[in-house]
């Protein structure tokens, strides 16, 4: 069973940057994309990019330009660097196994981290 543990959150100022890190343990299959979601109160968990094994990248238009996703299968761990952070990208930030489109998950969720922009 694939467990994950998200890090990195905190407190920026609106155009700051932050760089979250996911390590995952148990099996993680070299199909499987290793991506980063975001949630707020009331809303629906979204996806916000998403990686392969192979490098193939997706990103949610919200973050295109701001937010590099990167991963090292080795270690199984999935980074995001958060560029030029706006209010609006305030949420709980999430990793977890699944397609690369996101539409899919295949663990459960960790506890996530929390992200806020505010000045």
């Known amino acids: 069973q694939v467990r994950l543990v998200e890090s990195g959150g905190g407190l920026v100022q609106p155009g700051g940057s932050l760089r979250l890190s996911c390590a995952a343990s148990?099996?993680?299959?070299?199909?499987?994309?290793l991506g980063w979601y975001r949630q707020t109160p009331g809303k629906v968990r979204e996806l916000v990019a998403a990686i392969t094994s192979d490098g193939t990248t997706n990103y949610a238009d919200f973050v295109k330009g701001r937010f590099t996703i990167s991963r090292d299968n080795a270690k199984k761990t999935v980074a995001l660097e958060m560029n030029d952070l706006k209010p609006e990208d305030t949420a709980r930030y999430y990793c977890?196994?699944?397609?690369?489109?996101?539409?899919?998950?295949?663990?459960?969720w960790g506890q996530g981290t929390q992200v806020t922009v505010s000045t």
């Open positions: 148990g099996k993680i299959y070299s199909e499987d994309a």
């Open positions: 977890n196994t699944g397609t690369l489109s996101g539409t899919t998950v295949f663990a459960s």
